[in-house]
């Protein structure tokens, strides 16, 4: 294990692009950032009955999200107890069991061995209830978004939350029958390291001027609309000690680019519900990370998560969620929305993919690898504003990102709970 106090100066706003490209420390970053942390599965609303199942990662672990006999929500690792196959290799879909398709194991929603061709071929001190799916030990929901750990102690899920449990209710809570999702889960593939993404969600309004200005225009409501009009000049930055982040403009007007959408909400209630702060400036648009790899959008409806897959590659995995009380008319109009903005061909999406491969293809460079990168922007303007919960500082401010990579750089510098064993 290598420690990374100099590779990440997040009090001095310099970082090491070794962080981005070097293979061992991707490796210590699957043990000690992926394996203790709560990281994002699945929506609550992909199991509606026993036997419903979600396959994804954990890191790059393969998990099986299914719902028991119970109907309690439950993840496994989806790696036989034989010779280590996955015994389910569908995206998603419904069963009554996990069976291998190598030799046959067949396990059961609760995750117990349930079926062993030849059986009597094993010596009498097997024992199938030693060897059924290994689970992950803690599973729970917020507002309809579930996630797990392996870690065997943690903090629960709503405490690892903070204060950004206030931030993610603009998009989660607009009324009690909360959220779901609409159409698939888009995933592709993008060269790049997943903290660039991840990092942007949390911290980066800066960009949203340039990289984005074209498509801004366009989304104008004139479809031309002069600079001066789409630039966004106000706006906070949510920065929390647990490295999860959110950044907002302030619209005092309710702003929402989706217009049906904008026009079927009810801000009144929503003001009464949430809060006039909260209606103002997390709800009308915004980006968001929760540590480590799951991001939002809250006026696309957009949530994803940044699967890494080696140091130099990522998945993107997307769903598009709606207020469960939407009428099919307004679902689909921000359905829509979403995939020609943050879908896989949209035009934000191809802007911000853009930038991300740019800057991983070049920074495994003898040369470029060793000139850090500034992440100083908005230094000192940390504080409480009387208006939004916890830390923030200016729209325009890298503070979220140095809280992001200095809670990383706690996570690489402390051992894990495994590290015992092994
Ligand atoms: Fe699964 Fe053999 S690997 S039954």
């Not at 990374?4 to 997040?10: N, Q, T, W």
Request: glycine share 10%; aromatic share 12%; proline share 5%.
């Amino acid at each position: 294990n290598v420690d990374v106090s100099g590779l990440v100066d997040s009090e001095g706003g310099l970082l090491d692009r070794a962080i981005f490209t070097d293979e061992d420390l991707y490796k210590q970053e699957l043990r000690r950032v992926f394996a203790p942390s709560w990281l994002f599965l699945a929506h609550t609303d992909q199991f509606r009955r026993p036997g419903d199942f979600f396959t994804t990662y954990m890191g790059e672990d393969p998990i099986i999200v299914t719902m028991d006999k119970s109907r309690r929500i439950r993840a496994y690792l989806n790696s036989c107890r034989h010779r280590g196959a996955r015994v389910c290799r569908a995206d998603f879909g419904a069963t009554r069991n996990f069976t291998c398709t190598y030799h046959g194991w067949a396990y059961d929603l609760e995750g117990a061995l349930v079926s062993v061709p030849n059986k009597d071929g094993y010596p009498e001190s097997f024992d199938a209830k030693d060897w059924g799916l290994v689970e992950v030990p803690h599973v729970e929901t917020y507002h309809g978004l579930i996630f797990g750990t392996w870690n065997p102690a943690p903090l629960s899920l709503r405490e690892s939350l903070g204060d950004m449990a206030w931030y993610m209710d603009a998009m989660l809570d607009h009324d009690d029958e909360g959220t779901v999702v609409v159409g698939g889960v888009h995933k592709w593939v993008l060269e790049g390291n997943w903290k660039l993404s991840a990092e942007q969600f949390a911290t980066d309004w800066y960009h949203v001027n340039m990289s984005h200005a074209s498509a801004l225009t366009v989304l104008s409501p004139s479809g031309k609309a002069p600079r001066d009009e789409i630039v966004h000049r106000t706006g906070r930055q949510y920065v929390d000690p647990r490295g999860h982040g959110a950044g907002f403009p302030v619209h005092p007007k309710n702003r929402f680019d989706a217009r049906t959408v904008h026009e079927w909400m009810d801000y009144d209630a929503l003001r009464e519900r949430l809060g006039d702060a909260r209606v103002e400036g997390p709800l009308t648009t915004g980006h968001a990370t929760v540590f480590p790899n799951f991001s939002y959008l809250p006026v696309n409806g957009s949530i994803r998560i940044w699967h890494p897959k080696g140091p130099d590659a990522m998945e993107v995995w997307a769903w598009t969620i709606v207020d469960k009380s939407m009428p099919d008319e307004v679902r689909e109009a921000q359905r829509l929305y979403n995939l020609r903005t943050f879908g896989p061909s949209g035009i934000f999406e191809q802007d911000d993919g853009e930038n991300w491969s740019e800057v991983q293809a070049i920074s495994r460079g003898f040369i470029t690898n060793g000139v850090a990168l500034n992440y100083q922007m908005g230094m000192g303007s940390e504080r409480e504003d009387g208006r939004h919960p916890g830390t923030t500082s200016e729209l325009y401010s890298d503070a979220a990102g140095r809280a992001f990579y200095g809670h990383w750089r706690d996570l690489m510098n402390t051992p894990a709970w495994h590290e015992e064993k092994r």
